[in-house]
């Protein structure tokens, strides 16, 4: 199993950018596809962007897509979420999810095993 940190969130103005980091300990990071959600108070948690575990394809919502970026550095054990053009609908705890040998569905967040605790991104109009 895989233990998930994130950082980076923090508070931002509209038109800004964060990175988000997610750094995995406990197994071999390159196993896993590695998954973003974030959830506001009263919301189910929403699909944000993922990334298979062997071919590296990304997968992102219309909400995100042309502003976030996934990626992962399988030496490093660490997932990012490169966030740009913040908008404040943007606001959110961003969790970080990883699930094993997974290279379909991953927008489900059904279908991962471990997650990280969550960070709070705050983007101001």
């Known amino acids: 199993q895989v233990q998930l940190v994130e950082s980076g969130g923090g508070l931002v103005q509209a038109g800004g950018s964060l990175t988000l980091s997610c750094v995995g300990s406990g197994d071999t990071f390159h196993k896993y596809a590695v998954g973003w959600f974030r959830q506001t108070a009263g919301k189910e948690r929403e699909f944000v962007a993922a990334?298979?575990?062997?071919?590296?394809?990304?997968y992102y919502p219309d909400s995100v897509k042309g502003r976030f970026t996934i990626s992962k550095d399988n030496d490093k054990n660490t997932a990012y979420l490169q966030m740009n053009n913040l908008k404040p609908e943007d606001t959110a705890v961003y969790y970080c999810?990883?699930?094993?040998?997974?290279?379909?569905?991953?927008?489900?967040?059904?279908?991962?095993?471990?997650w990280g605790q969550g960070t709070q991104v705050t983007v101001s109009s």
């Open positions: 999810a990883a699930d094993q040998y997974a290279d379909q569905e991953l927008e489900d967040p059904r279908g991962y095993d471990w």
């Open positions: 990334i298979s575990w062997a071919a590296g394809r990304t």
